[in-house]
């Protein structure tokens, strides 16, 4: 008889008031789960968790997830039947100018999750990596198993983190997925750093009416995945059965360049002015692609939000906030 999964389950989310933490939190909420959420608020936000508040199964603690005593106490006392571990240092060139401090937030942060899953029996960890530990890997669309070639701090500490989760997956027994995230995009996103998403800096620009920077001639494309399929994978893998740990690119399997996504734009925002070009960012790459096959054969993962869709409801929500502001 396959084990029944509890239900509600408590889900302890770190960096739950982050970008894709807090959408992960929505959808937990959304299907009855007891949800504590451990975010520093570096640089997540508050507000992000406004929808969630309503719900008498949320909780917040503030607190840094390093802080492995702290997290351990707070870990132990809600005894949750899964971890999404999300905090982070999120910002590529932030840890290539502080590399300690990526070092802190991105591995000293896995291994205190580690000692807090193994101590309090934690059946499920789920682990946000990044398409970043490929590097500028040409072998695409890329496996999970594809050669992995961090090129900053940021990938380096991810890659460490999953081979941490490996080795406590095989050693204390609990299931681990680390989902490699490719690009995402969609609602909460910062623009406000000009190494945000490209999305978020685009639909920024649009709505203010002002041209879009491409760097390079805009013929690079990503792997855009849209938040809400992203959260959706978290969720999945968080009651995931299968053993041992796995790794799975998120991701759509579908290249867009910048020049598409600013044709979609202008068909919304036809006066804003024409493209700035200027010289491609040292060490860009050009095409990034994932292979989304392994997570759609292993946990029935697949992305469902088309780009189009993705960007006009992102639009909607962008242009419904702007529009509050005085
Ligand atoms: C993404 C991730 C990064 C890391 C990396 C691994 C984001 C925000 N960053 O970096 O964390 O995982 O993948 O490969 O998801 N661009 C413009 N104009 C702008 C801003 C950007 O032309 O105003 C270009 C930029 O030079 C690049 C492309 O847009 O060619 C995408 O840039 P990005 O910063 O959104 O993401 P990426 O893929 O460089």
Same mark, same amino acid.
């Given at each position: 008889?396959?084990?029944?999964?509890?239900?509600?389950?408590?889900?302890?989310?770190?960096?739950? *008031?982050?970008?894709?933490?807090?959408?992960?939190?929505?959808?937990?909420?959304?299907?009855?789960?007891?949800?504590?959420?451990?975010?520093?608020?570096?640089?997540?936000?508050?507000?992000?968790?406004? +929808?969630?508040?309503?719900?008498?199964?949320?909780? /917040?603690?503030?607190?840094?997830?390093?802080?492995?005593?702290?997290? #351990?106490?707070?870990?132990? %006392?809600?005894?949750?039947?899964?971890?999404?571990?999300?905090?982070?240092?999120?910002?590529?060139?932030? +840890?290539?100018?502080?590399?300690?401090?990526?070092?802190?937030?991105?591995?000293? *942060?896995?291994?205190?999750?580690?000692?807090?899953?193994?101590? #309090?029996? =934690?059946?499920?960890? =789920?682990?946000?990596?990044?398409?970043?530990?490929?590097?500028?890997?040409?072998?695409?669309?890329?496996?999970?198993?594809?050669?992995?070639?961090?090129?900053?701090?940021?990938?380096?500490?991810?890659?460490?983190?999953?081979?941490?989760?490996?080795?406590?997956?095989?050693?204390?027994?609990?299931?681990?997925?680390?989902?490699?995230? /490719?690009?995402?995009?969609?609602?909460?996103?910062?623009?406000?750093?000009?190494? +945000?998403?490209?999305?978020?800096?685009?639909?920024?620009?649009?709505?203010?009416?002002?041209?879009?920077? =491409? /760097?390079?001639?805009?013929?690079?494309?990503?792997?855009?995945?849209?938040?809400?399929?992203? %959260?959706?994978?978290?969720?999945?893998?968080?009651?995931?059965?299968?053993?041992?740990?796995?790794?799975?690119?998120? #991701?759509?399997?579908?290249?867009?360049?910048?020049?598409?996504?600013?044709?979609?734009?202008?068909?919304?925002?036809?006066?804003?002015?024409?493209?700035?070009?200027?010289?491609?960012?040292?060490?860009?790459?050009?095409?990034?692609?994932?292979?989304?096959?392994?997570?759609?054969?292993?946990?029935?993962?697949? *992305?469902?939000? +088309?780009?189009?869709?993705?960007?006009?409801?992102?639009?909607?929500?962008?242009?419904?906030?702007?529009?509050?502001?005085?």
């Amino acid at each position: 008889m396959p084990e029944e999964t509890p239900s509600p389950r408590r889900v302890l989310v770190t960096g739950g *008031a982050g970008f894709i933490g807090s959408h992960t939190v929505d959808q937990l909420l959304a299907q009855g789960d007891e949800v504590l959420v451990v975010d520093s608020l570096a640089t997540g936000k508050i507000e992000n968790l406004d +929808s969630a508040s309503a719900f008498s199964s949320f909780r /917040f603690e503030q607190l840094d997830v390093a802080r492995s005593d702290a997290f #351990c106490r707070t870990t132990e %006392a809600f005894r949750p039947h899964a971890i999404i571990h999300l905090a982070a240092l999120v910002s590529v060139q932030e +840890s290539i100018q502080n590399p300690a401090l990526n070092f802190e937030r991105n591995v000293l *942060a896995t291994q205190s999750v580690i000692d807090a899953a193994q101590r #309090c029996q =934690v059946e499920n960890v =789920v682990f946000a990596s990044s398409a970043a530990i490929y590097g500028d890997n040409p072998d695409l669309p890329l496996k999970e198993s594809a050669e992995k070639r961090p090129l900053s701090p940021y990938g380096g500490a991810k890659l460490a983190s999953e081979a941490l989760l490996l080795a406590a997956a095989n050693t204390y027994h609990f299931t681990v997925t680390a989902n490699r995230y /490719f690009n995402v995009y969609g609602p909460r996103q910062d623009p406000k750093s000009p190494y +945000s998403g490209v999305m978020s800096i685009f639909l920024d620009r649009f709505t203010q009416g002002i041209a879009p920077t =491409v /760097f390079g001639d805009g013929a690079q494309t990503r792997d855009f995945i849209n938040v809400q399929d992203v %959260a959706r994978m978290n969720v999945l893998a968080a009651s995931s059965t299968l053993p041992g740990f796995h790794a799975f690119n998120v #991701c759509t399997g579908k290249a867009t360049s910048l020049l598409d996504i600013i044709d979609v734009l202008r068909e919304h925002f036809p006066n804003v002015p024409e493209t700035t070009f200027k010289e491609a960012r040292a060490g860009d790459i050009i095409h990034s692609l994932g292979s989304p096959e392994s997570a759609r054969g292993k946990l029935g993962f697949r *992305a469902q939000v +088309s780009l189009n869709e993705g960007l006009a409801h992102y639009l909607q929500t962008t242009t419904s906030v702007t529009s509050q502001l005085p």
